[in-house]
């Protein structure tokens, strides 16, 4: 008579052991993996050069290209599934002097987008001309109550990083004080890899200035990091536009 169980075996959990043949605790096991990261993190950056001596060789690549752009390359250590790491830093020198400032607002608002300095100011007689890319700009903010407006195109400025939201400040009411520091500031966002890249300085900087504005934006990330999910900045590279990738120390 044949049995009416079946008898399945799985194969044993496999779990980390210590030198004696002991498993590890689970808290030694986190603290073993994060203490590897950071080994790997100080290997990597024994290997790079400081900063004020990768500037020269990076400019050298550049000679007679004083508009060349200097680009910033930082890896973190990411916890997978957490809000990725984005923010607006005030660089100490910024890169563009021109900003093209879209601003979707009417009557004192709009008056007052106009006066700070922003480029394109109106109202939904702007939409079409969004779209169609008649209109070039590098940021877009609108008042409280354009704000149905302009959700219209959202899933054309989205992809793009360029919808306002309150979060980022560029939903608001006081459009005179947002346009000024939209002109003055600098967005930057990791991507799917866990990268932060950004144009960060041009080759006619003084490497002061470009030490300065790679400073500011390497604290700003640490700053911007929650404190429970601490992300760790692993290495850092900067690059030219025709140059190689030097991965810098000691920052």
Known sequence: MQSLFRVTRTAPTIRPVSALGTPLPTGLRSYRIRNTKKKKVEDEESKGLLIEDAIPILKAFEVGRPQATVELHVQLFHDRGSAPVRGT???????????????????????????????????????????????????????????????????FLGPKGLMPTKNKGTVTNDLGNAVRHAINTFDYRMNKSAIV????????????????????????????????????IGTVHLSTTHGPSVPIRGL
Do not use: W
């Not at 830093?89 to 300095?117: D, H, M, T, Y």
């Open 197 to 232: 890249n950004c144009p960060i300085a041009k080759c006619g900087f003084t490497p002061q200035e470009i030490a300065g504005n790679v400073s500011s934006v390497l604290n700003h990330i640490r700053a911007n990091t929650p404190k429970t999910k601490k992300a760790l």
């Open 89 to 155: 830093c005030l660089l100490p020198r910024a890169i563009k002097n021109e900003v093209r400032v879209l601003v979707f607002a009417e009557g004192e608002p709009a008056k007052a987008a106009q006066e700070a300095g922003a480029t394109y100011v109106g109202g939904a007689e702007l939409l079409p001309q969004v779209v169609d890319g008649t209109i070039q700009f590098d940021k877009c903010l609108c008042s409280l109550d354009m704000m149905p407006t302009v959700a219209r195109i959202a899933r």
